[in-house]
């Protein structure tokens, strides 16, 4: 079995998208929460709100290009 520094070298080689998932992952894992199932049920009403708010005009969406390039030039900034 490969320690925990090795695992992380190989992850580090696999491309952006791959490092995600396994990230992703990973997070996922640790979501211990024993209530998962009523975590949807909570959310649907607040995305129905959201989604209402979007078709009738009350909230502007932004696309993804911009919000990505903002996040991009933030980080940058931090550097």
Do not use: C, F, Y
Not at 11 to 33: G, N, Y
Not at 52 to 78: F, Y
Request: hydrophobic share 35%; net charge negative.
């Amino acid at each position: 079995m490969a320690t925990k520094d090795e695992l992380l070298t190989d992850v580090l080689q696999l491309p952006p998208e791959e490092r995600a998932e396994v990230a992703h992952k990973l997070l996922l894992s640790l979501d211990e929460s024993p209530d998962d199932g009523n975590v949807e049920a909570e959310w649907a009403p607040e995305l129905e709100r959201r989604a209402e708010d979007i078709r009738q005009g009350r909230v502007q969406t932004v696309p993804w290009e911009e919000v990505e390039a903002r996040i991009t030039a933030r980080l940058k900034s931090r550097r």
